[in-house]
């Protein structure tokens, strides 16, 4: 079974405006939309797609967790959230005018050391051939190092941990020796003060995340195309072959991993997962929400090396 952590869940609200923002204005959305959001319960949407289960853990809290929950069990998906009782699950805007998207992100719940404890017990349950995700940012009512926490409780279960985060918190599980990593470019070149225009760069950065422990990494570097390192110190570079034009680029790196795990519970060949997530990151990067299967299986046959 697959397992997706996200520690800081969303209902995003997405409103298409026909006028250019101007600060002070009030404006009427011409469409509007609210999905579930967050890192990891888009990966569950992702995987749901592909047709392979997984669970949803997360805190959310009154009224917006309660949308949250009935808006991602209406996707097929099991949930395992925790629901606490200070704050509120973050209601996320997205504003999209005529000439840029602003986006507003909500706080989220008050997270205590007791319902952390409930989480952990239940991590606790996972066993041998289980995979966990842990996705999204960690947000500030909770401690900075609970990725940490989370693969400590799966210490000699056998499970695989995934981490899809910013640098930040990647670098701090590394030691852990987790399966695959997946930093995003922009956060990561800000952090290590890289150019990753520098194909040598890219290198340097893999090969840091590997030596620190990393057994497998994953860098999508958007329409320029995707690096991947596996656990033999092996780099390879895909892309898919005449992508269309970006339709909406929210979920493509969370499509990116479920398209890995789709892939590889089936071939168990890391290049074959590699080139799978980059089918399913450019299929997402191209829809509109998070991709369906036969947009992912489309994208793959114009996947290269």
């Known amino acids: 079974m697959i397992y997706t952590v996200t520690t800081s869940p969303s209902l995003d609200l997405i409103l298409d405006l026909k006028d250019t923002l101007v600060s002070g204005g009030t404006y009427r959305a011409s469409h509007e939309e609210i999905r579930p959001g967050g890192k990891g319960i888009n990966i569950s949407i992702m995987l749901r797609h592909l047709g392979i289960p997984s669970t949803a853990l997360g805190f959310v809290a009154v009224f917006s967790g309660d949308e949250l929950m009935r808006l ?31 986006r507003v992100n909500g706080l989220g719940p008050a997270v205590t050391s007791a319902d952390l404890d409930y989480l952990l017990r239940k991590l606790n349950t996972l066993s041998a051939g289980d995979f966990l995700v842990l996705a999204g940012i960690v947000p500030p009512t909770l401690p900075q190092d609970i990725f940490v926490s989370f693969i400590h409780a799966l210490e000699g279960k056998g499970v695989e941990v995934i981490v899809d985060s910013a640098p930040q918190y990647l670098f701090s599980v590394l030691e852990l020796h987790p399966f695959l990593v997946k930093p995003g470019a922009t956060e990561l070149a800000a952090y290590l003060n890289l150019d990753l225009h520098d194909d040598n760069a890219v290198a340097d950065a893999l090969t840091l995340f590997h030596d620190k422990g990393a057994r497998n990494v994953l860098l999508s570097l958007g329409s320029r195309g995707t690096w991947f390192m596996t656990e033999d110190g092996s780099r390879h570079f895909l892309k898919v072959e005449d992508q269309a034009p970006n339709l909406d680029r929210t979920g493509a790196g969370d499509s990116m991993i479920a398209g890995f795990l789709y892939d590889y519970l089936d071939t168990h060949n890391l290049k074959s997962a590699a080139a799978m997530a980059v089918a399913a990151g ?20 114009k996947v290269i090396f």
């Open 282 to 301: 450019a299929a997402t990067a191209t829809s509109i929400g998070i991709a369906r299967a036969e947009d992912v299986l489309a994208q793959r046959q």
């Open 72 to 102: 991602t069990a209406a996707e097929g998906i099991h949930t395992g959230f925790i629901r606490v009782r200070r704050g509120r699950t973050r209601v996320n805007l997205r504003l999209k005018d005529q000439s840029a998207e602003t």
